[in-house]
């Protein structure tokens, strides 16, 4: 199982960016995709997660500036995100589970600064 995280970068607060995460070796449609976040000193938390039945859950902190979907033909998870802030600055990451094992993609750095 192999997960690509891509999208991130340098915006300013109030700023969008949208990651993909392209999955391989899995059957992805059958999976619940997610995305979490670690900041320096701290522990990886949360974002958002995707069952194969398209619910969707987020954590109280990116409700309502999120959206996480997932395109089933391109094996792909994204993360929309509106309205940055500068704490919403991390590594993020994608993750899966599959055959009772956790799988991590490589990550992609999101700064929001002025």
């Known amino acids: 199982v192999q997960l690509q995280a891509s999208g991130g970068g340098l915006v300013q607060p109030g700023g969008s960016l949208r990651l993909s995460c392209k999955s391989a070796?899995?059957?992805?449609?059958?999976?619940?995709m997610g995305w979490y976040r670690q900041s320096p000193g701290k522990q990886r938390e949360f974002v958002a997660n995707?069952?194969?039945?398209?619910?969707?859950n987020y954590a109280d902190s990116v409700k309502g500036r999120f959206t996480i979907s997932r395109d089933n033909v391109r094996n792909t998870v994204y993360l929309q995100m509106n309205d940055l802030k500068p704490e919403d600055t991390a590594v993020y990451y994608c993750?899966?589970?599959?055959?009772?094992?956790?799988?991590w993609g490589q990550g992609t750095q999101v700064t929001v600064s002025s």
């Open positions: 993750k899966t589970v599959y055959k009772y094992r956790d799988y």
């Open positions: 070796g899995l059957n992805f449609r059958l999976n619940t």
């Open positions: 995707i069952t194969s039945g398209h619910i969707t």
